[in-house]
């Protein structure tokens, strides 16, 4: 049985004082929203990066995704397990991830109950 999932990326935004709501079909993967992001890329520039970065953040072949690889290389270079500090510098990192602290805290809690 094979699954198909369909994931719509909803972006809002406004350019030039205008407002505008871009959907993206793309499959779980993310491989489809690619193209589509970068026919739209020269009026919408911050399309591409944005799509990049939701495919960055799925585990795929045993790597946890981007926001876990770089909250564990945050936490080896300030050698710490505090979270407050590892907050900080992940935000200032991967501010395209728009995490609040709780999105972070839990996958935090994860790579520390976990031994990662």
């Known amino acids: 049985m094979t699954l198909n999932i369909t994931i719509l990326f ?3 935004c406004s350019c030039r004082g205008r407002k505008y709501i871009i959907v993206l079909n793309a499959l779980a993967s993310g491989n489809q929203a690619v193209p589509s992001a970068i026919e739209l890329k020269n009026e919408y520039p911050f399309i591409l990066p944005a799509v990049q970065a939701h495919i960055d953040r799925l585990p795929k072949n045993g790597n946890p995704g981007r926001p876990v690889r770089t909250l564990i290389e ?3 270079e ?4 505090e979270f407050g500090p590892v907050f900080r510098e ?3 990192r991967e501010s395209i991830y728009g995490f609040g602290d709780l999105q ?3 996958l935090f809690d994860d790579i520390v109950n976990n031994g990662r």
């Open 10 to 12: 909803v972006i809002h």
């Open 74 to 76: 945050i936490m080896h």
């Open 78 to 81: 300030l050698q710490t397990e």
């Open 90 to 92: 992940f935000c200032r």
């Open 104 to 106: 972070v805290k839990q």
